[in-house]
């Protein structure tokens, strides 16, 4: 590999720009592919989007023989609603298992520097916090407040997005009384069923540690299986 | 979270590495078969001084993929290597969990 190229990937990976490594295995030519890239051929501009997509690593045969294309796709993403006291290890957990984690709260008693120590927090109304974060097919967004003011407008604008999964915490009553809420709403059943309540893997967590690991192990669960 | 805590920093050890004037080399698992341990696109930075960081697999083979990569150093050119099911009885390198793998190592071109 060329230095420039190892500089170049770092760099695209800081700016979390989505970027394949391709190498023709012939002769160990390589270069940087976007999938944006106009000038660049169309089949690997279709294989590149596909290794993307998948995030998966493979060999494909190209009019020149072999290559092999590395995807490279920014960080995932997890957007937590409500800065209590589950979102605190959870944030940290999601945080070694590779994701950028985002905490929406508009209570800055509870979105606060000393709670979540470097942690993106957004204190504005998750409804405005939700349309500026743009949710898309790499992320994944729990609700945790037990506030329908809060919660609500967080879980409409999930629904309407790709995100790969969300959860909403609360009770099975609390549950079909959210259910109830985005029915009248106007979300159909099968809009409603993407949300993961009671939230997490049944592993009978008690601590906000233990069901932030629930929740991870069902968020991990979600993307690989 | 700190940087020390990321364990997918490899490129970025392998540039610091290369910043600080030491030779680099990478290894990337290019195909798997059966029960790999670590998935395609698996890295591992390997510093001159046999240093590393990331694995290609469950630590079963990364000290020949070591030995390889640093030849690379001296050839300037890229290899395959590929490990298949070891014998636990021999002292041979390989994968006990029964999987198959192809592991390219290339050097670090300054």
Redesign the interface.
């Known amino acids: ?3 420039h190229i ?2 170049q ?2 760099r695209d ?1 800081a700016e979390k720009r989505a970027t394949v490594l391709a ?1 023709r ?1 012939t002769d ?1 030519m390589q270069k940087l592919v976007y999938p944006t890239d106009k000038q660049e051929e169309k089949w690997l501009i279709e294989a590149v989007s596909q290794v993307l997509a998948s995030d ?4 494909v045969e190209g009019p020149d023989g072999e290559w ?1 294309l ?2 490279f796709n920014p960080p995932l993403r997890l957007i937590l609603v409500g800065a209590v006291h589950i979102a605190q290890p959870l944030a ?1 957990i999601a ?2 298992a ?1 994701y950028d984690v985002t905490v929406v709260d508009p209570r800055t008693s509870f979105a606060s520097e000393e709670r979540f120590p ?1 942690t993106h927090l957004v204190t504005g109304w998750p409804d405005e916090a939700m349309a500026a974060l743009a949710p898309d097919a790499r992320t994944a967004i729990v609700t945790l407040t037990h506030d329908p003011k809060l919660d609500d407008p967080a879980l409409h604008a999930a629904l309407r997005s790709p995100a790969f999964y969300v959860g909403a915490l609360g009770s099975k009553k609390t549950h079909a009384a959210r259910i109830a809420r985005l029915a009248q709403a106007g979300f159909g059943e099968d809009e409603i069923a993407r949300i993961n309540g009671p939230v997490g893997l049944s592993i009978g967590a008690k601590s906000p540690a233990e069901i932030a690991i629930s929740i991870m192990a069902q968020i991990t669960e979600t993307l690989r299986k | ?2 940087e020390a ?2 364990h ?1 920093n490899v ?2 050890e ?2 610091r590495w ?1 910043a600080e004037g030491r030779k680099v080399a ?1 290894a ?4 798997t078969w059966g029960s790999a341990p670590r ?3 698996s890295q591992l930075a390997i510093r001159d001084d046999a240093t590393f960081i990331g694995s290609v697999s469950g630590g079963c083979i990364e000290g020949d993929v070591v030995t390889r990569a640093l030849e690379t150093l001296e050839s300037g ?2 290899e ?1 290597l590929e490990y298949g099911v070891s014998d636990a009885m021999a002292w041979e390198v390989g994968l006990a969990c029964g999987g198959r793998i192809r592991v ?1 190592v ?5």
């Open positions: 590999m060329d230095a190892l500089q990937l770092v990976r190498t295995l160990g998966r690593g493979r060999i092999f590395n995807p940290r945080s070694l590779g470097d | 979270m700190s805590l990321n997918d490129l970025e392998a540039a290369q990478l990337t698992v290019i195909e998935p395609v696109g050119k890229p395959i390219m290339e050097p670090v071109k300054a």
